[in-house]
Every structure is written in C-alpha cells, then in structure tokens.
C-alpha cells in the first residue's frame, strides 16, 4: 500500500486531486476538517496498480497472468511525502520475519510432545505446527490421524479424515443462489467473486447477477464492472437499501447472484452501514467472510465480532500463496466454528480458486 494525504479547501477538490494522482482504485482511510479551514484526506493505494489489468486480461485463459515480484516492487518504491524509505523497511521487516520463523522452530522443538502420541503422530503436529496451527489443534489433528491410521487404508486418508473432523468444510457454498462476501480491507473480495462468477462462466453456467455495494472504494464499481462486462454478467449498483431492494429484485430470475460490499475496519459505523444494506437479501443471503491467510491471530480476532453481526456462515481464505502458513486461519475458523468455502491461491481469475476440502488442506498444512 501507497499512503497520500492531500489538503485541499473543499472535499471534492481533495478527492479531484487524490484521483489525478492515484487513479481511481484508490481507498480513501479519513477525511478530517481542518482547524484552520479546508479539509485533509488520507487515501490508500495497492503498491501493485498493475495487478488489476493482469487480472483483467486473464480471465478465460489458463495461464496468463503471474504475481508481480514483490522484491522489484519495494526495491523501485520511496515515498517522498512520508519521507520513508520503502525498500529499507520491506527488508527489515524480511529480515523480522525470518528470525521470528527461526524462534518459532526453537520454541515448536523445545515444546514438551504429548506423551500418549506415536513417533509418526509426533512428527504430525510438529509440521502443523510449523504451518501456524495452534497447539491444542494440531493435537487433537493429531490424535484423529492415530486413531484413523487403524481404521484406513493409506496414511493420506488417515491424515484427510483427521483434518475433516476438526476444521470444518462448506464446499457447497457456490450452489447457494445469494451469497454477500464481507471483511477487511484488502482481503480479496472482489476478486473472489470475479473468481467464483468466471468459473460459473467457464463451466458452462449462466453468468452470476453483480451487486456492489461498497459506497467506500473509489473504483469498486469499476473493478467489478470490468469482469461482469467481459462475462456478460448483468451489474447492479446498490448505494442504499432501497437500491438493493431493486437490484435483487431485478437479479430475481439469476441462478447465482454475488454482492461485493465495503471494507470492514474498526469503525463500528461502517459493519452496520453493510449489514443494513444486505437486510433486503432477508434469509436467503448467505454471507460469506473473506480474510486474508497472512493475517494475524489478533487481527482476525479483532474483525470477528463484525463477521459475527453480519451472521457470517462460511469463509474464503485468500493469499495462501503469499502466506504459505494457514495454520492461523484455519486454528482461527476451528474456534469460531465457521466452515472453510474456498482457499485463494493466487491473482489470476479464475484460476487461482479452490474449493475447501479436506485433502486440499492437507497440502497446504503439511505439503501433503
Ligand atoms: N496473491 C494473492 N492476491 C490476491 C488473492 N486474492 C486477492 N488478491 C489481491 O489482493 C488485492 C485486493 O483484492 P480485492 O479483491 O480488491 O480486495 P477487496 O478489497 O477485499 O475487494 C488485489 O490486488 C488482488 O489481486 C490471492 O488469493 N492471492
Ligand atoms: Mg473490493
């Protein structure tokens, strides 16, 4: 993310200027008055404003479309009006990153095994350990896969069924007609919805009804018109709860309709701003929350109660390719009790989706 503050004497010019600058998929963070006169925006920007077109430009097609290089991005990066040196801090926290790993490793060997566990079982826990899983977790994983080695034939099955008992599965999501993805910023939601409709596409099915309902994201209406234009997918525009009531109204007849909404973050004005605008979708809205595989413990238990007051169901879990570890999502999703629906794998729509399931998991906790 680039951060910019522009002061300007009114709050269109401000934002007529932050768009000249930024373009118009950019994330405006506050608006605040000055003492003085005038008013100070800070607006948000993905570092990667590529990223959008390389999307674009992929869907339909199996192989276009690859992760900019995060190293070449940083190292080209400065930001003179913070006065930060980007590259530096990318590294540093690399650096962070690697030693917290390597304490990470000391603290999993040094950690007291559960006696009652074989050798093989043991083994189990410390490489779900190693992938973020939470303790007691990957014991209990643990434990399953022992009792399941008896009962089994091969030790992946033993190791699927394990997994299948303690983190739950809702792969059946997509077969629902109405589902709103919410969460934080960033997370991928609309991404995860031009996934999920293209593949309908590709499949054969018929183009999912659009709906957009994030007020907040200059350019979220863009982002997502681009992919219902190239689907042929039917977009509605939802600024209130009355132009919700129409568009589903309209999107009646659809087999699937999807509903991009605005960003979580603290502000508890804003979880209840899109949970009014999806009270039209009454109970057959199904939401589905979207987070981020890379997000901490904290953070995800931080933007839980939200998910909560949304009645979240499901969840999508993006950017396993980024994080590698989605021990802490998944160790999250067991305590709350929500269902995995899709694991997001990569930029490219729609290739890089999966729908959850047990052995799927297995390769990413433990390279299974
Ligand atoms: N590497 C990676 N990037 C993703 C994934 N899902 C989404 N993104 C990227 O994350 C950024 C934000 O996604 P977006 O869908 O706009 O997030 P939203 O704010 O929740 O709607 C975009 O650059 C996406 O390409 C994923 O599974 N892996
Ligand atoms: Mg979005």
Known sequence: ??????????????????????????????????????????????DDP????????????ASVGSAPDPQAIGASRSDPLLGLDLAMIRTQLDQLGQRMHQMHDVLVDREEADPTLGAEARDLVKRLLSSGLGR??????????????????????????????????????DRRRLVAFVGPTGSGKTTTIAKVAARRVLEGGEPPGLVVADNQRIGAVEQLGAYARLL??????????????TALASLADRKMVLVD?????????????????LAPGGREMHVSAVVSASCSSRSLERVWPQL????????????????GD???????????????????????????????????????????
């Open 1 to 46: 993310m680039i951060y910019r503050r522009f002061s300007a004497a009114s709050t269109e010019e401000a934002l007529r200027r932050l768009r000249e600058t930024l373009g118009d998929d950019v994330l405006v963070l506050s608006t605040e008055s000055e003492p003085a006169g005038g008013v100070v925006i800070t607006a948000a920007v993905d």
């Open 261 to 277: 909404t605005a960003a979580l973050s603290s502000d508890p004005a804003g979880c209840a701003e899109v949970k009014a605008l």
């Open 136 to 173: 007691r977790l990957a014991d209990r994983i643990a434990h399953s896969y022992e009792r399941e080695l008896t009962l089994l034939a091969s030790r992946s099955e033993a190791l699927h069924a394990s997994l299948a008992e303690h983190v739950a599965v809702a792969p059946e999501v």
């Open 308 to 323: 909560a007051q949304l009645r979240a169901e499901s969840c999508v879990v993006t950017r396993l390719d980024e994080c």
């Open 232 to 245: 042929s997918a039917p977009l509605h525009v939802a600024r209130d709860v009355d132009e919700m009531r």
């Open 326 to 368: 989605p021990g802490t999502a998944c160790t999250w999703l067991s305590e709350v009790g929500l269902p995995l629906s899709w694991l997001g794998t990569g930029q490219r729509v729609p290739d890089d989706i999966v729908p959850a399931s047990a052995a799927g998991l297995a390769r990413w906790l433990v390279a299974a």
């Open 50 to 61: 590529g990223a959008l077109e390389a999307l674009g430009a992929s869907v339909g097609s």
